[in-house]
C-alpha cells in the first residue's frame, strides 16, 4: 500500500477512533479530541505549537493555538474523556488480567508559572524537583506481549482538591474496578504496601499482589511478627532461571522460591506470603490474594505475575519520552489534567486500537516499515509504531479540514476500508 493512502486510512481511523470516545459529545468537542489525537501523533509532542503546526490551518497559527487552548480548558474534559475510554478498554480485563498501578513523575525543572507546582522526586535523576505525580493504570496478560492503557491522571498536592495521595490512588481503582466488574489482580510495588489500601481491597473484594516493605507485620500461625523474619523462616523449596535484560546486557539470576499462609492484622481474609530469594541482599516479599497450591507452577506464577511490572516501567518511559510528556508547557492545573487524559487516549489508540482487527495490523506493519531507524525495530515496537505514525502522518497531506469540511461532517463510524 502506497504511504500516502496509508496515511489517508490513518486519518480516517484517527476520525474512528475519537468519534467512538465522543459519540454523545457536542460537535465542537469531537472535532477538538480528534485534532488534538492527530496532532499528538503528528509530531509526537503535547506542545500545542506543535499540535497547530500538525493541523496546517489557513489562519496564524497563533489562533489556531488559542482555539485548541480554549478547547482544552473544558472542566469536565477530562473525566468524560476517562469515563469513555475505560468503557471500551474494560472489555480486554478478564478474571486474571493483570491490572499494574505505577506512580510516575513529570519533572519540570524550570518551570516557575505553571500552577500547582509541587515537589516531586525525579525518578531518572533521582533527586527531587518540581513538577507532578502521574497515576496510570495498565493491563497486561501472563506471557502474552498484550497492554491495554486504562486509565491516566495527572494530579499535584498542591492543588485546592487534593485530599491525599491515598486518594488518589483508591479513586484511580474504583473507577477502573468499576468498568471492568471487580475483574482483574491489581499489581503494586512497595509504594501499595499502605493499610488504607489493604482495607479497601479487602472490603471491595479485589484481588491484589503487592510487594511488601520489610517493616509490615502479619499474623502466621497465631502471631503477629515482622514481615523480613517470616521471609527467612519460610521454606523456599523451588527454582528457577531468569535472564533479565538491564543497560543494553542481559543478567542471569538464579532464584529461589515458597509461600505460606498469612494474614493481615486486624483482618480475617486468608492472604499468602510468598518469598523469592535471589535479586539482592534482602529476599522480595509479596503478598497476594491469589490461592496458592503446594505446585511449582502455582508459586511461579505469581512470581511471574509481579516481574510483569517491569514491562509496565517500559511503557511509562514509551509514554513520556515518545510524545516529550515532560515538555508539556501549559500554565493551568486543568488544562495539564486534560491533556494528560488525552495522551492515555492516545497510547491506546497506537497500543491497542490499531491492532484490533487483521486489516488494522495490516495498517500497522505499513506503519512500522515507515519508521525510519537504522538499526530496525527494537523489541518495545510501539517507539517504532508512534515514529511511523507521525512520519505517515506530517509532511505529506497535512491537517484534517477535509474531514470537517461543511461537504465532510464528522462521522464517528467511517470504516477503514470499502467493501
Given at each position: 500500500m502506497h504511504y500516502a493512502r496509508t496515511a489517508s486510512k490513518l486519518r480516517e481511523q484517527i476520525i474512528q477512533f475519537s468519534g467512538e470516545l465522543t459519540s454523545n459529545w457536542p460537535k465542537v468537542g469531537r472535532r477538538f479530541l480528534a485534532e488534538a489525537i492527530y496532532g499528538i501523533q503528528a509530531r509526537q509532542s503535547v506542545r500545542l505549537t506543535e499540535i497547530g503546526r500538525a493541523l496546517d490551518e489557513k489562519i496564524p497559527l497563533r489562533k489556531t493555538q488559542y482555539r485548541l487552548?480554549?478547547?482544552?480548558?473544558?472542566?469536565?474534559?477530562?473525566?468524560?474523556?476517562?469515563?469513555a475510554l475505560l468503557r471500551r478498554a474494560a472489555k480486554y480485563v478478564e478474571k486474571k488480567t493483570l491490572l499494574i498501578l505505577d506512580l510516575s513523575d513529570i519533572t519540570k525543572k524550570y518551570a516557575r508559572k505553571m500552577e500547582h507546582l509541587a515537589r516531586?522526586?525525579?525518578?531518572?535523576?533521582?533527586?527531587?524537583?518540581?513538577?507532578?505525580?502521574?497515576?496510570?493504570?495498565?493491563?497486561?496478560?501472563?506471557?502474552?506481549?498484550?497492554?491495554?492503557?486504562?486509565?491516566?491522571?495527572?494530579?499535584?498536592?498542591?492543588?485546592?482538591?487534593?485530599?491525599?495521595?491515598?486518594?488518589?490512588?483508591?479513586?484511580?481503582?474504583?473507577?477502573?474496578s468499576q468498568a471492568s466488574a471487580k475483574k482483574g489482580v491489581w499489581v503494586l510495588d512497595r509504594g501499595g504496601d499502605r493499610g488504607d489500601l489493604y482495607k479497601y481491597f479487602l472490603k471491595e473484594k479485589l484481588n491484589f499482589l503487592i510487594r511488601l516493605r520489610q517493616d509490615r507485620k502479619l499474623l502466621y500461625r497465631g502471631k503477629i511478627s515482622r514481615?523480613?523474619?517470616?521471609?527467612?523462616?519460610?521454606?523456599?523449596?523451588?527454582?528457577?532461571?531468569?535472564?533479565?535484560?538491564?543497560?543494553?546486557?542481559?543478567?542471569?539470576?538464579n532464584l529461589l522460591f515458597g509461600s505460606i499462609p498469612v494474614k493481615l492484622p486486624g483482618h480475617d481474609e486468608p492472604l499468602f506470603l510468598v518469598v523469592v530469594d535471589g535479586f539482592g541482599r534482602e529476599p522480595m516479599m509479596l503478598l497476594t490474594t491469589q490461592h496458592i497450591t503446594r505446585s511449582r507452577k502455582s508459586h511461579w506464577q505469581i512470581v511471574q505475575s509481579y516481574l510483569?511490572?517491569?514491562?509496565?516501567?517500559?511503557?511509562?518511559?514509551?509514554?513520556?519520552?515518545?510524545?516529550?510528556l515532560e515538555d508539556i508547557r501549559l500554565l493551568t492545573y486543568r488544562r495539564l489534567q486534560n491533556m494528560m487524559s488525552i495522551l492515555t487516549a492516545v497510547i491506546y489508540f497506537a497500543m491497542v486500537y490499531l491492532g484490533l482487527r487483521?486489516?488494522?495490523?495490516?495498517?500497522?506493519?505499513?506503519?512500522?516499515?515507515?519508521?525510519?531507524?537504522?538499526?530496525?525495530?527494537?523489541?518495545?515496537?510501539?517507539?517504532?509504531?508512534?515514529?511511523?505514525?507521525?512520519?505517515l502522518l506530517f509532511g505529506r497531506q497535512k491537517g484534517l479540514q477535509e474531514h470537517f469540511s461543511p461537504h465532510n461532517p464528522i462521522q464517528p463510524q467511517l470504516q477503514l476500508f470499502s467493501p
Open positions: 487552548c480554549r478547547q482544552l480548558g473544558r472542566e469536565e474534559l477530562g473525566a468524560w474523556l476517562r469515563r516531586v522526586r525525579d525518578g531518572s535523576a533521582k533527586e527531587l524537583g518540581n513538577g507532578y505525580w502521574t497515576c496510570s493504570v495498565i493491563a497486561a496478560e501472563l506471557k502474552k506481549p498484550n497492554l491495554v492503557p486504562l486509565y491516566g491522571e495527572l494530579y499535584s498536592h498542591k492543588s485546592p482538591g487534593f485530599i491525599s495521595e491515598n486518594n488518589e490512588i483508591i479513586s484511580a481503582i474504583r473507577q477502573v514481615v523480613l523474619e517470616l521471609a527467612k523462616r519460610c521454606p523456599l523449596p523451588y527454582a528457577e532461571h531468569l535472564v533479565k535484560r538491564e543497560g543494553g546486557q542481559e543478567r542471569g539470576y510483569t511490572r517491569w514491562r509496565i516501567e517500559e511503557t511509562i518511559r514509551f509514554f513520556k519520552q515518545s510524545y516529550q487483521v486489516k488494522m495490523r495490516i495498517l500497522a506493519r505499513n506503519i512500522l516499515r515507515a519508521s525510519r531507524r537504522v538499526f530496525g525495530i527494537p523489541d518495545f515496537h510501539f517507539y517504532a509504531l508512534a515514529d511511523g505514525i507521525r512520519d
